[in-house]
């Protein structure tokens, strides 16, 4: 597959260096040369120095065959128009990154008129997932599959659940809840587990359930479940205003920090049912004033990491509250991860996932396509969800007689708007969804998870 990306920022790196181990031959396109050339040197591409909106450059970069132009410039319109012109000179699907709250309201619109196959808003997916945290803030991660009839949750194991030292198959039995262990992360390793994997404290564990099963198993555990009252978030920027207007229509309390005046005026206007607060947000007693020790849920969403990772483990100190911070930059999450601040919302991996779900659906085979797909433990694995549409060869036999592959779990079946865990007398039927959790990399056809 010919793929042409057109912007080599922090997204465009990301985006690249995934897509470099989907089997694709890749075009960078960007303005700056030195942009190109460090691009170049770790990731097997071909680079253009230039004006992506430019009929010329395009050209020299393959438009007239390839299979798709992602365009992830920092302008929304240069974005739309690399699409549109695409669109005229060759036969591409595209796909652009589009942040402007204006436009949010006009991506039908978009889409139809444009012709642009899909518009991601990376601002607005985060801000997005961080709802679903506060929702649920005993989580550290939620992805959600099967429009939100499953999800898959990430959880620390601490002494009140009183589950060291049992496996997986003894709690399961004990507690009686439909769920399924799919994921366990420690310092020494990262693993799908069986039935015998032994669960210890400060485990990472991540789980499949639907909502009321996942609520009904933490509650069994002594996790609390219910959303949060109230929220500080530190920063005005586009994702504040897309989580707080979310957050206010889940009638939670806001209020937003920020230093800059003008900004303050805006958002005042834009959302007059949150407080919001002129000031600095990292001065330590500021937050204490407007109620930092008694808030249910703390987020920090400046535009200097640093101060997103200083401003939680503040936080952590003076309050029990829920936290999050953004993270743009990607070079040191595996440093930032064992911080332990709560969640860390990485808006560049949200999108890079995004992009690379419709890639893979593209790449399909037989009859399935990859409907959603999440980077999970640490990016060492995926959670896909496949859309069974026609005769495959997993279809019709049970579970227990398919030669799957090693480090691969069958997570869900969604049948019809019902879900399940299967077991191994289940099969696999056109017209279900089905959730695979592995550690092999780039399944793009359901029938990918068997041995060849």
Request: charged share 30%.
């Given at each position: 597959m010919q793929i042409i990306i057109v912007g080599c920022g922090k997204v465009g790196r990301t985006l690249a260096e995934q897509l470099q181990e989907e089997d694709t031959d890749l075009t960078l396109i960007d303005t700056v040369a030195d942009k190109i050339n460090t691009l170049s040197e770790d990731i097997d591409a071909m680079g253009i120095v230039g004006n992506g909106a430019s009929i010329n450059t395009l050209i020299d970069a393959g438009i007239e065959t390839a299979d798709i132009l992602i365009a992830v410039t920092a302008s929304d319109e240069l974005n739309l128009l690399c699409c549109l012109i695409a669109q005229k000179t060759g036969h591409c699907q595209t796909i652009a990154r589009v942040r402007n709250p204006i436009y949010n309201k006009e991506i039908g619109f978009i889409k139809k008129r444009l012709g642009v196959s899909m518009i991601i808003n990376p601002e607005f997916a985060a801000a997005s997932e961080m709802s679903r945290l506060l929702r649920f803030p005993s989580a550290i991660k939620i992805d959600t599959f099967a429009r939100g009839?499953?999800?898959?949750?990430?959880?620390?194991?601490?002494?009140?659940f009183n589950l060291d030292g049992m496996s997986i198959s003894q709690i399961t039995d004990s507690l009686r809840c439909d769920i399924l262990f799919c994921a366990i992360e420690n310092k020494n390793s990262v693993s799908i587990p069986g039935g015998n994997h032994v669960i210890h404290n400060g485990d990472m564990v991540s789980i499949l359930a639907t909502p009321q099963n996942g609520?009904?198993?933490?509650?069994?555990?002594?996790?609390?479940t219910h959303q949060v009252k109230n929220t500080i978030i530190v920063g005005g920027g586009t994702i504040s205003y897309y989580l707080a207007r979310t957050l206010l229509a889940m009638k939670i309390n806001v209020k937003i920090i920020e230093k800059d005046k003008v900004r303050c005026e805006t958002l005042s206007e834009l959302l007059p049912e949150a407080t919001i607060i002129n000031g600095d947000g990292t001065d330590r007693a500021l937050l204490l004033e407007e109620g930092l020790s008694q808030a249910e849920s703390f987020v920090a969403l400046t535009n200097l990491d640093e101060e997103n990772v200083f401003l939680a483990l503040f936080a952590k100190t003076y309050s029990n509250a829920k936290l999050i911070a953004k993270v743009n930059r990607l070079a040191f999450d595996d440093v930032i991860d064992n911080l332990d601040i709560g969640s860390v919302i990485y808006p560049k991996y949200i999108t890079a996932d995004y992009i690379l779900q419709y890639v893979r659906a593209m790449q399909n085979s037989i009859g399935s396509n990859v409907e959603t797909l999440y980077h999970i433990l640490d990016n060492q694995a995926e959670a896909l969800e496949f859309a069974i549409h026609e005769n495959s060869p997993v279809i019709g036999k049970s579970l227990s007689?398919?030669?799957?592959?090693?480090?691969?779990?069958?997570?869900?079946?969604?049948?019809?708007g019902e879900v399940r865990i299967p077991r191994g007398h289940d099969t696999i039927r056109v017209g279900d969804t089905v959730i695979i959790v592995t550690t092999v990399k780039g399944l793009r056809d359901i029938s990918d998870i068997l041995e060849k």
């Open positions: 009839r499953v999800e898959l949750l990430k959880f620390k194991v601490v002494p009140e609520a009904t198993f933490f509650k069994k555990i002594g996790l609390k007689e398919l030669n799957l592959k090693k480090n691969l779990l069958v997570g869900c079946l969604n049948r019809n």
